[in-house]
């Protein structure tokens, strides 16, 4: 080592998150590794010192510092990790609330055509371009929340052309813009109208052509199905995860959202890395999830959005040693917000984690969600150099005080990104 690139010195309260080699679960997600009148020392993106900040200024001692940042006493945290959204799509559902308002629910307008399908008619329209420009919009907010890395799943193309056209976008953002993009095929979305007559054959689609195509061109890690009443049977899911696993995706599922259907028992029977939404979730579903080490990623953003009643039992699958992620869900229909910082209010009054155990759940157990806990979701020697600064001195203030951004700044692998609340890249 014979520089500093950068030096992140007098930071009130520092989260670190320090020691997460395996997904946090019962008391370890309200240990967050705080430590106070702390710094950073960043060197090519990385972090070399973390810690006191005597401790950090006696490692660094004698080095050359490039950059200093003053953090005035701020509260600062790992990077958030969004580890689900639908970030790419066309068109919005705003027609959609006066109906919920009337007591339409999610499956009705679902099933009379409208829901998924008619953001899937709209994605289908749209240019790469459109497309782009509309998630680059959402993924710029994204970043002014905090988020540093981003999970983002196809499924509203429902075509081998229109999927991979929906995928592409997710390549060409992660290689543009300073978020990190993990890219998830999710072709099992919805029977698209006209396969409706013949489900099966859809299904064939998915697991012959599809899957095999997005494998060979590298434009997805991770392979999403939605399990659901009058979308994807357990069956089918199980069939379509397992052709997934055999070609090398990594699996996710979004189970048990609304009807009780087994998605999470299907989840710990074939160790996937993360089963999402949950609300309906059974106990012995949430038993098998527990066996299998398979993590919980639990979205109240979109319980609260579609007026459920219940939401997931996040308090009682921690207590019960399952390790539990948050996520936006961000999408144009459940869950039409890209707010990080809503979901950690959310969170603690819907789901009653504590303001610990939620920024647990968007940074160490949300990387872990999307594979990527060996390099961010905490800030530890070795790790990208993805900070963010809030105008806030402690942790529970963010839940606390709510609908309003807290972030000053953001640090991604080094670089100064969002500065005094605004986006300070360089576009490309
Ligand atoms: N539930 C399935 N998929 C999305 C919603 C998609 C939509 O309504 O457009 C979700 O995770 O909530
Ligand atoms: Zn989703």
Redesign the pocket.
């Known amino acids: 080592m014979n520089r500093i690139d950068l030096l992140l010195y007098n930071i009130g309260v520092l989260i670190t998150m320090q020691g997460s080699a395996l997904p946090r679960t019962k008391e370890d997600m309200s240990q967050v590794g705080e430590i106070h009148n702390a710094a950073i020392a960043v060197l090519d993106g990385k972090i070399v010192a973390v810690g006191t900040e005597e401790e950090v200024r006696a490692v660094i001692t004698g080095l050359p510092i490039l950059k200093q940042i003053d953090a005035e006493g701020k509260l600062v945290t790992p990077g958030l990790v969004d580890p ?1 959204t ?1 970030l790419v ?1 066309g068109g919005s ?1 705003e027609h959609e609330l006066p109906l919920k308002l009337k007591g339409a629910t ?1 499956l009705e307008i ?1 099933a009379q055509g409208g ?2 399908l008619s ?1 899937v008619r709209a994605t289908r329209l749209a240019t790469e371009e459109k497309l782009y420009a509309k998630a680059l919009t959402s993924l710029n907010t994204m970043l002014l929340q905090g988020a540093t890395t981003v999970e983002a799943k196809s ?2 193309g429902l075509t081998m052309k229109d999927e991979l056209k929906q995928l592409r976008v997710t390549q060409r953002l992660n290689q543009s813009h300073p978020v990190d993009l993990v890219s998830t095929f999710m072709g099992a ?1 919805m029977i698209p109208e006209e396969y409706k007559q013949d489900p099966s054959a859809y299904v064939e689609l998915v697991i012959h052509e599809m899957l095999p195509e997005v494998k060979r061109l590298g434009l997805a890690e991770f392979c999403d199905v ?1 399990c ?1 009443h009058g ?1 994807f049977s357990v069956e089918q899911s199980r069939q379509i995860l397992h052709a997934a696993r055999e070609l090398g995706f990594g699996l996710k599922i ?1 189970a048990d ?1 609304i009807v009780p259907m087994g998605g999470a028992e299907l989840a710990g029977e074939l160790g996937c890395i993360s089963a ?2 949950l609300i309906a979730a059974s106990d012995e579903g949430i038993a098998a999830m527990q066996q299998a080490g398979v993590i919980a990623v639990c ?1 109240p953003a ?1 319980s609260f959005n579609l007026r459920l009643k219940e939401h997931a039992r996040a308090r009682s699958m921690i207590d019960m040693g399952v390790p539990v992620a948050l996520s936006t ?1 961000y ?5 039409p917000t890209e707010s990080i910082q809503l979901v950690m209010t959310l969170g603690c009054l819907n789901l009653l984690l504590s303001p610990e155990e939620v920024i647990t759940a968007i940074t160490i157990n949300a990387a872990h969600a999307i594979g990527r806990a060996d390099t961010i979701g905490s800030l530890e020697v070795g790790k990208y150099a993805d900070i963010v600064l809030y105008n806030a001195t402690n942790l529970a203030y963010l839940p606390y005080h709510f609908g309003i951004n807290h972030v000053h700044t953001v640090i991604k692998q080094g670089q100064v990104v969002v500065s005094n609340g605004q986006l300070a890249y360089p576009t490309l």
Do not use: K, M
């Open positions: 689900h639908h799509h559902r999610y679902l829901g998924i953001t499924g509203y979305h939605f659901e979308v979004h959202e999402e939404h979205l979109t869900d999408n144009p229909g459940s869950s």
